[in-house]
């Protein structure tokens, strides 16, 4: 695909990583929809998505509503009259253990809340998403679409992150899946897994926890938001690409 004027919608793109993906896309000309649930950033994603020479405007949804993604796509497709993509990237992390026990004693356990309230938002908000970009993509009558969802290394399994891990494995699945059901309407999928990526929230970490991290990277290095950008870039550009993952970990496993 070529995003000269292709209209993409990009979730929790108010700040970091999705800002980044949304930056990058218009600067390939794109679209670019700025979704996020705190509107609070998206006016500056907006006007670095202009400075690079794309177009840009922000819309207020939380993904785990359903009414509200409906109104959203509905919404997008009014303002620019047609749909090419959409990435998945907004997601939450609530870190719990399942059980923490001392001598034999259960002293805390995961709350279902905790579980509830990631598998709302990382999963159930990118089957939302998913489920009405490609209806509006398929009734716009594009000619190629493409949906990316937005996973992390952690989809294999992290100490501490049943709930966000289940999730993130869960929309690398959910890409497979549509990948096979939706190829006849001419729209591919594809999902990109981050490893440990330089981000404000990571910025904040002690020192010694941020080298404890890198001593485990082959590369030695944290990646960068662009870096996972770039990755998303491809998914979107390379036709014969298609329900698949890109790990973009610098080696990390």
């Known amino acids: 695909m070529n995003l000269q004027d292709k209209v993409v919608a990009v979730t929790g793109a108010g700040k970091g990583l999705g800002r980044a993906i949304a930056v990058r896309l218009a600067k390939q000309g794109a679209c670019v929809a700025v979704v996020d649930i705190d509107d609070s ?3 500056t994603t907006v006007q670095q998505c202009l400075d690079v020479g794309g177009r840009a405007k922000s819309y207020r949804a939380n993904v785990a509503n359903e009414s509200e993604v409906i109104q959203l796509f509905t919404d997008i497709v009014a303002d620019y009259g047609t749909l090419h993509g959409v990435v998945n990237n907004a997601g939450i992390a609530r870190d719990a253990l ?3 026990a001392r001598n034999g004693k259960v ?3 995961m709350t279902l809340q905790q579980w509830q309230s990631v598998i709302d938002v990382n999963l159930t908000g990118v089957f939302l998403c998913g489920r009405e970009a490609a209806a509006a993509m398929i009734e716009a009558g594009v ?3 493409v949906i990316v969802n937005i996973s992390s290394v952690a989809r294999s399994g992290s100490y501490g992150l049943s709930n966000y891990s289940a999730t ?3 929309v690398v699945t959910l890409a497979e899946v549509w990948a096979k059901e939706l190829s006849r309407y001419n729209i591919r999928t594809g999902s990109v897994a981050p490893g440990i990526i330089d981000t404000e929230l990571l910025a904040a970490t002690q020192p ?4 404890r991290w890198i001593s485990g990277i082959p590369l030695k ?5 662009d870096h996972i950008a770039q990755s998303v870039q491809f998914i979107f550009e390379n036709s014969y690409f298609t329900g698949r993952c890109i790990e973009t970990d610098g080696g990390l496993r």
């Not at 290095?221 to 938001?225: A, F, K, Q």
Request: without cysteine; hydrophobic residues 30%.
């Open 168 to 170: 993130k494995a869960g």
């Open 98 to 100: 399942l059980v923490k």
């Open 107 to 109: 002293e805390k356990k």
């Open 41 to 43: 950033h998206s006016a």
């Open 143 to 145: 000619e190629e679409g």
């Open 221 to 225: 290095r944290l990646g960068d938001v």
């Open 208 to 211: 010694e926890a941020r080298e």
